[in-house]
């Protein structure tokens, strides 16, 4: 079958290519956007990628058309397939019609850590021996892809709240008809398409629905938005992780949770000494031992297998340590994440080393001023702050960063961020790059430049 993915350099759609080219599928695709690490793992899967969506990219007609939720109408692309008559679906429908069918579907939800948690617990079943297939929203570094078919009935998802399509605004998650769920957190975002936490938490509780009583919800245990979801009604056993409060709990060996002591109901299970940071990270380890105990991994070797786990690309990772100069890419973009990740890198690094948070407010929510008013508080941690600021972004940038005084410089060229990173920078300083985009390119240059 020929198969033509429309938005596909997103996190989500370029998954769903790699899975469809293993299934033996001729898979090609159209984005506006075309940056790495997706494009990159689509080409080395020897999938075309064309810039754009314009009409002749489905000429002649390609038996499916797989359409991205960021593609809305009025796109040339969306014109011409429904004015053609074509045949089309959304990504998680054809991921359920194709992949997902009679296998034990362990989903990994929440507002932050669903791509870490979901490597983690993918991880955990290929140690184990499960071979498991999976779909993450983000470059495995164990695996070195995003996504693939696997061996065995389990199957590991990230499954994001964020609308279908077009032609389907019910959260992705309502199609996976997961047996075991991990909710990692609640709170407010995508405000392009919720208008309040009301309407997150009851897409939530739609997905809580259809999880069977034979199986299992794991959920951070002082999460009080996900105790109104719960409230609701629920019909599945529950495990709780996480806080002081968590049945699955981890106490650090070091101030960075670089080792840590996992417990159940208090009682010592097992150490993990790994490669990643911070007390974020460890409860998303938590989630992710939870969830493989309860399809038949023992948890001390679930343990054991995150000594050996790479993390995820774009997830505070190390691009290069350049005349002592240590430069970060992440993917962070909501106020809590920026903060989790900052203070991660500060335990780590002490109070001696600087850390410059350079960051592009890019997401649909952020660039809406939904977070102008916490914005401030969760870069407070960093030495300097460099801002990059879109040229159409509607509200006050300068305003809404104040309290940051002196430390905070507003840009309006990622060029202009470039070289002020290049002077000003020493031996020492930690440079985080915090973008959930290609942020044009900066990484590249930055790294240029001080070389």
């Not at 079943?125 to 164990?142: D, K, Q, S, W």
């Not at 996504?147 to 996976?176: M, P």
């Not at 000594?307 to 002592?324: H, Q, T």
Request: aromatic fraction near 8%; charge should be negative; proline fraction near 3%.
């Amino acid at each position: 079958m020929k198969i033509h993915i429309l938005g596909i350099c997103g996190t989500f759609m370029g998954s769903i290519a790699v899975l469809a080219k293993e299934l033996g599928h001729e898979v090609s695709g159209s984005d506006a956007n075309v940056y790495p690490p997706m494009s990159t793992q689509l080409r080395d899967q020897g999938i075309e990628l064309m810039e754009g969506y314009a009409k002749s990219h489905l000429s002649p007609a390609p038996d499916m058309v797989v359409v991205g939720n960021t593609l809305s109408r009025g796109n040339p692309a969306i014109e011409y397939l429904l004015d053609a008559n074509l045949h089309y679906q959304s990504g998680p429908e054809w991921l359920a019609d194709n992949v997902l069918q009679n296998r034990h579907v362990l989903a990994v939800a929440g507002t932050h850590g669903k791509t870490t948690t979901s490597s983690m617990l993918a991880w955990i079943l290929e140690a184990a021996g499960r071979t498991p297939g999976f779909l993450i929203g983000g470059i495995v570094e164990n695996f070195g892809v995003s996504a693939r078919g696997g061996d065995s009935n389990l199957f590991v998802v990230e499954a994001d709240e964020y609308d279908t399509a077009f032609f389907d605004k019910r959260s992705k998650f309502i199609h996976y008809h997961p047996r075991t769920v991990v909710i990692n957190n609640i709170e407010y975002d995508h405000a392009d398409i919720f208008d309040d936490i009301d309407a997150i938490r009851r897409e939530f509780h739609r997905m809580i629905r259809i999880v069977p009583a034979s199986g299992q919800i794991i959920r951070q245990a002082e999460d009080v938005e996900i105790d109104r979801v719960l409230e609701q009604e629920c019909w599945t056993p529950i495990v709780t992780f996480g806080g002081e409060k968590g049945q699955w709990s981890a106490r650090p060996g070091q101030d960075d949770y670089s080792s840590f002591d996992v417990c159940f109901t208090g009682k010592h299970i097992a150490e993990v000494n790994w490669g990643l940071i911070g007390k974020h990270n460890a409860e998303n380890a938590l989630a992710a031992i939870a969830a493989a105990a309860h399809v038949g991994v023992e948890p001390a070797e679930a343990c054991k297998a995150l000594a050996s786990f790479k993390s995820v690309k774009r997830r505070l990772e190390l691009l290069d340590c350049v005349n002592g100069i240590s430069i970060y890419d992440d993917f962070a973009h909501h106020p809590t994440a920026i903060n989790l990740t900052l203070a991660a890198l500060r335990a780590k690094v002490g109070s001696e080393q600087r850390i410059i948070a350079v960051l592009e407010p890019r997401s649909n929510t952020m660039r809406m001023g939904v977070h102008r008013d916490s914005l401030a508080a969760a870069l407070t941690v960093a030495d300097k702050v460099l801002m990059f600021e879109p040229a159409d972004l509607n509200w006050d940038l300068g305003e809404s960063l104040a309290e940051l005084g002196d430390k905070c410089t507003i840009f309006k060229e990622v060029d202009g961020i470039v070289t002020s990173l290049a002077e000003d920078s020493r031996a020492g300083d930690q440079i985080l790059v915090m973008s959930n985009g290609g942020f044009q390119g900066i990484h590249a240059k930055l790294l240029k430049k001080l070389k």
